[in-house]
């Protein structure tokens, strides 16, 4: 059997079903074959990085891989960006690359590039198959690296003389890698809980690891047991209920409009965090984040453990093992705890901390739309954000009430992520609606997937928050080194037309202008069944509630 075949053949058997690329001459072997497999769907982007974004996103509404696909040269490294994204957010899926001959890599030949050691520093672990005999290994070896510990994109290079080498092989030989899950030692455990017992204010940091290992339930079910506040992490949004009375929210030095969260921790003596990284958006200055509190840490990935914080009891293991560990715990020791007044004023608190919806006014605050957000597009929803002040204003001013239904570039924050990444969610999902937050400048990297979205009929909703600036960055240079240069865009509400841009891709358009004009707007978008693109017309300098440390928020007017 042909190597390229026997490629397909073990992708279908490790159970990818969706696949997203651009076909090109170092990967048309295994084309052929992905031609002749209907049970994988292949979606044809338009540039290589949107089809890694895309399987990312895949991933993270769904909880399955999909398959990225590409050819050699500058189509590999178009992938870079799109690996990493993946990797600091720990979202595993398969990257495929084509090559030039093994006999060309490292003399200069057209298109070879060493993309497996280009990846290396951002990847979980790359390959060049050079042995056609190792290629069954190879990919059931990367298919249990991605699903395995802390999950990430795995690439596999592919040379053409590879590919289209032949081998005996037979599917029914080949067996897909069940990953165990990494169980939690019980003394420590029993040590978490006592901890947790004896503290006077406790409290919960949910991270995104608990939301991707499908914990978030039985968390909430120990929270409620023991009677603790729940913080989620930007990465955690929608991994409890908003209204849930022990839900404090979220927090960091970007959550300013969630500062309940920052208060609450800050008046905390004992942290349980679960399945979270304590990284710099969320902990500021770790001085002040830390104070004299005392940590527990659970995440799958014991590099992690002690990094930033050096907690009291570090235990390595799958959340999905250590949270039901714990309330079984709790319960054998009938640690539930009594109620405090603290745990009964996070309703009051919450709604004091919200911010006051404007619904007037001539020109529109961009904070104010995201009220209309929540207003017009239900909890199945998905959300898509890249970076930039829309994304802050995202975090800290939507309501989501389900995991797995916010799909933010975290640990990345990149631009252009948020529209393939819509297109990967609503595959995912069945195409079902997911609707991306942008600002003015995002929209112009990767704009062109809106074809995609178009050519597939899939129903996603694009959100143009059109302030004419690089919001973030005029922010950062006002109020961090007192100037302003190269971030006004006038031209962006001028002579540069986003609407005709998207008509031109497909898709269905409209310009705001007014308060009044919003919620119709965004209405025929949420009931449309093709891709529709929403740009509206904002202020110009907003600035967004932020700081260097949770103690200390900006809070602008």
Same mark, same amino acid.
């Given at each position: ?9 073990i992708l279908k058997k490790e159970g990818i079903t969706d696949a997203f690329g651009i076909p090109g001459a170092g990967i048309n072997p295994v ?19 949107? %089809? =890694?974004?895309?399987? *990312? #996103? ?6 399955? /891989? ?6 050699? $040269? ?8 799109g690996i990493y994204t993946a990797w600091i957010d720990s979202v595993p899926l398969i990257a495929i690359t084509g090559q030039g001959n093994s ?88 040590? %978490? =809980?006592?901890?947790? *017992? #004896? ?6 940091? /949910? ?6 290992? $499908? ?265 961090a080194y007192k100037y302003e240069y190269e971030v006004a865009m006038k031209e962006n509400k001028d002579f540069i037309n986003y609407i005709q ?57």
């Amino acid at each position: 059997m042909q190597i390229a075949q026997v490629i397909v053949e073990i992708l279908k058997k490790e159970g990818i079903t969706d696949a997203f690329g651009i076909p090109g001459a170092g990967i048309n072997p295994v084309y052929k074959y992905l031609k002749e497999t209907p049970e994988i769907h292949h979606y044809l982007m338009r540039h290589e990085e949107a %089809a =890694v974004h895309a399987a *990312d #996103a895949y991933y993270r509404a769904s909880g399955k /891989m999909a398959l990225a696909i590409c050819t050699s $040269g500058p189509g590999a490294t178009n992938f870079v960006t799109g690996i990493y994204t993946a990797w600091i957010d720990s979202v595993p899926l398969i990257a495929i690359t084509g090559q030039g001959n093994s006999s060309q890599l490292g003399k200069g030949a057209f298109q070879c590039v060493d993309i497996a050691a280009i990846v290396k520093p951002v990847c979980k672990k790359s390959y060049c198959v050079l042995d056609a005999s190792r290629i069954a290994e190879t990919l059931r070896e990367a298919f249990a690296e991605a699903r395995s510990g802390r999950p990430g994109p795995v690439l596999i290079d592919l040379p053409l003389d590879i590919q289209m080498a032949d081998i005996e092989f037979n599917i029914a030989d080949y067996t897909p890698v069940v990953p165990g899950k990494a169980k939690p030692d019980q003394q420590l455990i029993k040590k %978490a =809980v006592s901890l947790l *017992d #004896a503290a006077e204010n406790p409290v919960i940091v /949910m991270g995104g690891g608990t939301v991707s290992a $499908g914990a978030e339930k039985q968390l909430l079910e120990f929270a409620e047991f023991m009677n603790i506040p729940v913080i989620t992490t930007y990465m955690a949004k929608g991994g409890l209920p908003e209204a849930h009375p022990l839900n404090a929210g979220q927090m960091g030095i970007q959550a300013g409009a969630s500062s309940s969260g920052n208060q609450i921790f800050l008046e905390s003596d004992v942290v349980l965090g679960v399945g979270c990284r304590f990284t710099d958006r969320h902990t500021g200055a770790l001085g002040v984040y830390k104070g004299d509190r005392r940590f527990i840490h659970i995440d799958i990935d014991p590099n992690e453990i002690g990094k930033l914080i050096e907690p009291e009891v570090g235990i390595a293991a799958d959340a999905a093992e250590a949270v039901p560990a714990l309330l079984q715990e709790a319960r054998s020791t009938g640690s539930a705890r009594k109620g405090s007044p603290r745990v009964g004023a996070i309703p009051l608190r919450k709604k004091n901390a919200e911010r006051k919806w404007n619904n007037a006014g001539e020109v529109i605050d961009p904070r104010d739309v995201f009220g209309y957000i929540n207003s017009v597009f239900n909890d199945e929803t998905y959300f898509t954000t890249g970076c930039g002040l829309n994304q802050i204003w995202s975090g800290q001013y939507q309501k989501i009430n389900r995991p797995r239904k916010y799909l933010p570039s975290g640990g990345a924050g990149t631009l252009g992520f948020d529209i393939p990444a819509a297109i990967g969610a609503s595959v995912g999902a069945g195409k079902q609606k997911a609707v991306c937050i942008m600002g003015d400048f995002g929209f112009t990297f990767l704009v062109e997937e809106l074809a995609v979205a178009a050519k597939y009929e899939l129903p996603i909703v694009v959100i143009i928050l059109n302030n004419a600036y690089l919001s973030l960055i005029r922010q950062n240079q006002k109020y961090a080194y007192k100037y302003e240069y190269e971030v006004a865009m006038k031209e962006n509400k001028d002579f540069i037309n986003y609407i005709q841009v998207a008509q031109g891709l497909g898709c269905q358009a409209e310009r705001v202008f007014t308060y009044e004009e919003i919620q119709p707007a965004l209405e025929r978008a949420a009931a449309a069944a093709k891709p529709y693109v929403v740009e509206i017309i904002v202020e110009d300098a907003t600035d967004c509630n932020m700081g260097n440390d949770i103690a200390h928020i900006n809070m602008f007017a």
